[in-house]
């Protein structure tokens, strides 16, 4: 009976001696049997074409140019490979039937239809079809049981397997593909692993590089992300401190009223009650601006600017500003703008602000229509521009200004479209009106 000691030092060095062929298993396991390629890609539109209208009862709508490119390869690879056989054999006066030359030539060529959708199928086939055709072509063919066609598939189904398969599962192609070459024609090995290695590192190299694209492309989605999500809650911040200097005001003007509506009333108790409906009416609109406070983040210093916040009374104002600039204004006021709820004036003004202000940065120069209209219970302000005649300033970063009206509106309950129209841009905002607005 062997000592336990000993018994452990040859089970250790046992599996030392297997763990080279374990990892030498895998590789090629996975390229003959397991193994699966990655997803394919989304294609391009330019590699892609749509079925014309006139063509409608065919079963697809659009045509995948590089599968369309791998048919007509295929094709043009087993013609011209059953002429070069049919030649190669006449010549050499083999016996063969012209069912034999057929075989051979679609076990040459057949396999490039597959490496599309199915690369490491495609390989696969390549790898067991090409030894079947040679045993066909190395009765006629002396030095090498190849031919062109046979050579340019099996190059581009082991480049399929690189693009799209992972490093081990190359890896096990190249190392199927030396010993099918050795056992097949020994000669020709040295010249089949030379193009099959340039195939492979040149694949690896595509692939790596998509690889290296995508993670960088994920990273700046990511950051896209942070940096709207930032300029969301900076808006949030200034909208929360606009309407705090709302509520603000409500109060101020509700412990006036509360102060002063007694000392008016002199005891007189109707002068009395449409006091208190007065200080009634206030301290609902202040508790409504306060309900549209809760929620949106502020800054934790609670720095607040004091200045009187603006509204559409300001419009000519902003506009005469804007014109200055060069821009080519027109104003049009529908309806009655008068007694408008504080919020919606002031998100009123704030979107024709930056619409105004978007417009000098983007299109200097051009004709903008400022429209803003009363239609019952909502408001509807559109900012539209021409193209400007002037180059544009250089941009910076964009897309912070449209974030702050989607979070205005969002914020009232109304609707935002944004884009362009003609040759301009278009933005209109309908905010509803009501009465706890």
């Known amino acids: ?45 330019r590699l892609t074409l749509r079925v014309p209208r006139t063509l409608g009862l065919l079963p697809f709508r659009t045509i995948d140019l590089v599968l369309l490119g791998d048919l007509v390869l295929t094709f043009i690879l087993f013609g011209g490979g059953l002429s070069y056989l049919q030649t190669e054999a006449a010549a050499a006066h083999s016996p063969l039937d012209q069912e034999g030359l057929m075989f051979a030539a679609l076990a040459f060529s057949l396999p490039l239809a597959l490496r599309d959708r199915w690369p490491l199928a495609a390989w696969r086939s390549a790898f067991l079809l090409v030894p079947l055709g040679t045993v066909v072509s190395r009765q006629f063919l002396d030095e090498v049981p190849y031919t062109a066609a046979a050579s340019i598939m099996y190059v581009l189904v082991v480049y399929a397997v690189a693009v799209r398969c992972e490093r081990h599962i190359t890896v096990g192609v190249w190392i199927v593909s030396f010993l099918g070459a050795w056992m097949i024609h020994p000669n020709s090995t040295a010249l089949v692993v030379g193009a099959v290695s340039v195939t492979v590192l040149f694949g690896y190299n595509v692939r790596a590089r998509r690889l290296a694209a995508g993670l960088l492309a994920q990273e700046e989605r990511r950051s896209e992300r942070a940096l709207a999500a930032q300029a969301a809650l900076e808006e949030r911040a200034r909208i929360a401190r606009e309407l705090h200097d709302v509520v603000a005001h409500h109060m101020s003007v509700i412990a006036i009223q509360a102060e002063a509506v007694p000392l008016q009333a002199a005891g007189d108790a109707r002068r009395l009650e449409e006091g208190l409906k007065e200080i009634r009416a206030l301290s609902l609109s202040a508790m409504t601006e306060m309900r549209r406070v809760l929620g949106v983040l502020r800054e934790g210093e609670g720095h607040a600017d004091t200045a009187p916040q603006p509204g559409l009374g300001r419009l000519e104002e902003l506009v005469d500003t804007a014109r200055s600039t060069g821009l080519n204004v027109t ?6 703008l008068i007694g408008l709820p504080t919020a919606v004036s002031l998100s009123a003004y704030r979107i024709a602000q930056e619409s105004l202000s978007n417009a000098m940065r983007h299109a200097p120069g051009s004709a903008v229509s400022l429209k803003v209209a009363r239609y019952g219970a909502e408001l509807h302000v559109q900012v539209t521009n021409s193209p400007g005649y002037r180059s544009p300033e250089e941009p910076g970063h964009m897309g912070h200004g449209l974030i702050g009206m989607r979070e205005r509106v969002s914020m009232l309950g109304g609707k935002l479209r944004v884009g362009p129209t003609g040759t301009g841009f278009a933005v209109t905002a309908i905010l509803p009106i009501t009465e706890d607005a």
């Open 1 to 45: 009976m062997i000592p336990s000691p000993a018994r452990r030092f040859f089970a250790r060095h046992a599996r030392r001696a297997r763990e080279p062929a374990v990892r030498l298993a895998r590789p090629l396991v996975e390229a003959l049997v397991t193994g699966v390629p990655d997803p394919a890609r989304p294609r391009s539109r």
């Open 331 to 336: 104003l049009k006021l529908i309806g009655d």
